[in-house]
């Protein structure tokens, strides 16, 4: 209760007159005053310092009521296989040269986490390791090659190594685990072979730098070996340097630029092959007269040509690396054909490709043309020929020539509707009736999404019964990339397609 009446009659009381008795009960009631002001503001100071504890108490609340919120996360309730599934794909490639590589992350979340990447080797199988950097580097990189070679155990290793020193010491450790070698990428700088030794389990070799000089066969273990996969950038041996043929008898797949000389010669190395992916190489007054078309086992050809001639002129490179290819290459058992060809300026290059699968013969199933300056003409004339073509990607050329469109065009897109006919097909009968999976990525602007909508929805027939009587293949997964923004509405009815089952992903720009 408060000392002091702080009622106006007190003060009208003590107002009438001044005494001396009336001075002293002012100066009284003054001194309760400063004692009830004084036990006011304890109570403050109290009551504020309850305050502070009570919303740090209901702060710490809210953090706890998050982290128990986050034990009804999804993640938590995913089987320990996904996870993995899901651990190996982040870890891929390890970094050594990181502070913290993506296995060392994922094993200091939590608990559970941890002891999924500790019961997994294979997570820390997978790394990369620059062996040239400063000498305080490799103290700590020591430290982490020591703890992954530790923790991947047995499990067979996945390795980028770059290293110009080939004697330094943490290669040396390294090499003694070379029997457990699978896949090994060499950087800028390919290590002697008689510094790495056997390399028994090895199954995929690669040089990811660009060299003027050949890969060297001398790294690859004598046959009987378990070698499925060579790439490079850089090209062959030529065929007259090698006094016998190089263990290659079981390799698979190969990725490399043809050289001058020999061109596709070195192939009859490889007489199991059945991917090849060939890359950038131009050819300046080559003759194709000098070379002979060669027959190759191959089921899958990839041609990449997405780099600059530098000072060559195209009327200077009389035969580039997808004619050459398709002129001089014979694959029948072929079902799968890539061509990534962003430099193409030359629209007559379309027509050795229709050369090369007539000649080969071959049943395609998956064809992407990606960045050819070609006609919407000359695609559905391709088209028309492949009956059993069940994947198709194509893309716009981003070079710009002033007397040519690009080929995805609403007469294409007519073209590819079922049971209509267009300027480009005057029959009802269907162009590529197997088709089941359709990707355009398209420079023009005004694209007709009506048009796609169309033809979209006129192979979307989920019924087996009927698509089999029509012939026809339901169309199951579609890809639209625009170089404009896209309108959600005008593709509305591409959404009760996507609901009933269909893969549909359409993006514009910015998107």
């Known amino acids: 209760m408060p000392r002091a009446d702080v009622g106006r009659h007190c003060v009208y009381e003590c107002s009438r007159g001044l005494g001396v008795p009336q001075r002293s009960e002012v100066s009284r009631l003054l001194h309760q005053v400063d004692k009830d002001l004084n036990d006011y503001a304890q109570e403050i100071s109290s009551l504020e310092s309850q305050l502070v504890f009570l919303r740090l108490q209901q702060e710490r609340l ?9 034990l009804l996360s999804p993640i938590h309730h995913l089987p320990n296989e996904i996870l993995l599934r899901i651990f190996l794909f982040a870890c891929r490639e390890n970094d050594l040269l990181a502070f913290q590589p993506p296995a060392s992350s994922i094993a200091g979340v939590c608990h559970r986490w941890r002891e999924l990447a500790m019961s997994c080797p294979a997570l820390w199988s997978s790394f990369r390791v620059w062996l040239g950097g400063a000498k305080s ?7 982490r090659l020591e703890l992954f070679l530790k923790r991947s155990r047995d499990q067979p290793l996945t390795l980028h190594i770059e290293c110009p020193d080939s004697g330094h010491p943490l290669l040396t450790k390294l090499v003694q685990h070379s029997g457990s070698w699978r896949h090994l990428t060499f950087g800028r700088y390919a290590i002697e072979a008689e510094v790495l030794g056997a390399l ?14 050949s890969i060297k066969f001398e790294l690859i273990p004598p046959l009987p070996n378990k070698l499925r996969r060579i790439s490079t950038r850089s090209r062959l041996p030529n065929v007259t340097d090698l006094n016998s043929p190089p263990p290659v008898n079981q390799v698979t797949s190969l990725t490399f630029s043809p050289g001058h000389r020999d061109l596709f010669k070195p192939l009859l190395w490889f007489p199991n092959l059945q991917h090849l992916a060939l890359g950038h190489c131009s050819f300046p007054y080559l003759s194709l ?3 002979s078309p060669r027959l190759v086992p191959i089921t899958s050809l990839q041609i990449e040509d997405r780099s600059k001639l530098n000072s060559l002129t195209w009327t200077q490179a009389t035969l580039v690396m997808l004619e050459a290819a398709m002129d001089l290459l014979m ?3 072929l079902s799968s054909l890539v061509v990534n060809n962003d430099n193409q ?4 290059s379309f027509s050795h490709i229709q050369t090369f699968i007539e000649r080969s013969g071959c049943v395609l199933t998956v064809l992407e043309l990606r960045g050819l300056a070609i006609s919407d003409t000359c695609v559905v004339d391709l088209l028309r020929c492949l009956h ?13 020539i002033a007397s040519f469109k690009p080929p995805i065009s609403k007469k294409l897109i007519d073209s590819l ?6 300027p480009l097909k005057l029959t009802l009968h269907p162009i590529i009736p197997r088709l089941r999976s359709l990707a355009f990525r398209a420079q023009s602007r005004n694209f007709n999404a009506f048009s796609f909508i169309d033809m979209v929805s006129s192979r979307w027939i989920p019924d087996l019964k009927y698509a089999e009587e029509t012939g026809i293949s339901c169309l199951r997964s579609i890809e639209l990339h625009l170089c404009e923004p896209v309108n959600e509405e005008d593709y509305s009815r591409l959404w009760h397609l996507e609901n009933s089952g269909m893969r549909v992903v359409v993006k514009g720009k910015d998107t």
Do not use: Y
Request: glycine residues 4%; contains cysteine.
């Open 62 to 70: 809210q953090a706890h009521k998050i982290t128990l919120s986050s």
């Open 137 to 143: 580097q490799d103290s700590a990189l020591a430290t």
């Open 200 to 213: 028994p389990s090895l199954e995929s070799l690669s040089w990811d730098t660009d060299s003027d000089e």
């Open 289 to 291: 007269g000098d070379h």
């Open 331 to 333: 694959a029948p058992n």
């Open 345 to 348: 300026k030359d629209p007559d």
């Open 388 to 400: 059993s073509l069940a994947q198709l990607t194509l893309e716009d050329s981003t070079v710009g």
């Open 417 to 422: 509707h079922t049971c209509r006919s267009s």
